[in-house]
């Protein structure tokens, strides 16, 4: 959640994403340095625990050294999946949060040197702390295909989210020919983040915009590319007349279609964005405009 959303606010959306039929909630220690989970916490108390399913993650840490991740302000984020990290980190957002076990635990982005620790350590911390009541089950983000059959060596792998949206990731080979026939074989669950690809895909970003912060270097968000994407947002519009509903509502729409494996993660802001997000739930979109978009989207790679 961002950092000048007011608290209050926050905790709405999340009640309003509950009362929408939603309930999984997801969030990280990496985000905002505990304070997103602080604020799940808060919303949790408002809400029948057994309603709920909490995701969070492990393996981005500040408070103990790891292979370098990223600098937020003046302060560092590092990557540490190691098991005593873990076992650290899985107490901190049980306090957090304020429960006494979390559904869905995920390993945050996966180790790499120098601090590198092998996937069987980190399965088999996992695995403990499942046996001990303390998760629930057991996820991988930011996973190629590769990393999933190593998890699967060593243990059971129920989740995994990777990035997926309606412009570079609409398109995504890897996603489509390798990780959902996977994951289809191995019965597991495949959730999408950045859906809406930080904005760019909601219909509110106009031709004279200039990105900046996290969005200046991102590809999508480029002049040339950002205006590609402008001008296939506009050939939507009939899509949206027809089926009655947003830009972004159509975008989350298209990627149900993709698979029944597939579940979205979708930021909120404000309670209406909520109902916006929840709306892509009742479009039956066509194979034929499904195809359409699809068509659509190859466009931006010539």
Known sequence: MAISIDLQICIDTILEAHRCGINLIDTAPG???????????????????????????????????????????????????????IREEVEASLQRLGIDYIDIYMTHWQSVPPFFTPIAETVAVLNALKAEGKIRAIGAANVDADHIREYLQHGELDIIQAKYSTDRHFLDRAMENELLPLCRDNGIVVQVYSPLEQGLLTGTITRDYVPG?????????????????????????????????????????????????????????????VRENVAALNINLSDADATLMREMAEALER
């Not at 994407?229 to 506009?234: G, N, P, Q, R, T």
């Not at 947003?246 to 993709?258: D, E, F, G, S």
């Open 31 to 85: 985000y905002n340095f505990g304070n997103s989970e602080v604020i799940v916490g808060q919303a949790l108390k408002k809400l029948p625990r057994e309603q709920v399913v909490v995701e969070t993650k492990c393996g981005i840490v500040w408070e103990r050294k790891g292979s370098l991740f990223n600098k937020v302000g003046d302060r560092q984020l590092y990557k540490n999946l190691s098991p005593e990290s």
């Open 213 to 273: 912060g996290a969005r200046a270097n991102k590809v999508w968000f480029q002049r040339e590319n950002m205006l590609k994407v402008i001008d296939m947002l506009e050939q939507w519009q009939p899509l949206c007349a027809r089926y009655q509903c947003t830009i972004p509502t159509l975008a989350l729409a298209w990627i149900l279609k993709q698979s029944d494996l597939i579940s979205i993660l979708s930021g909120a802001t404000a309670p209406e964005q």
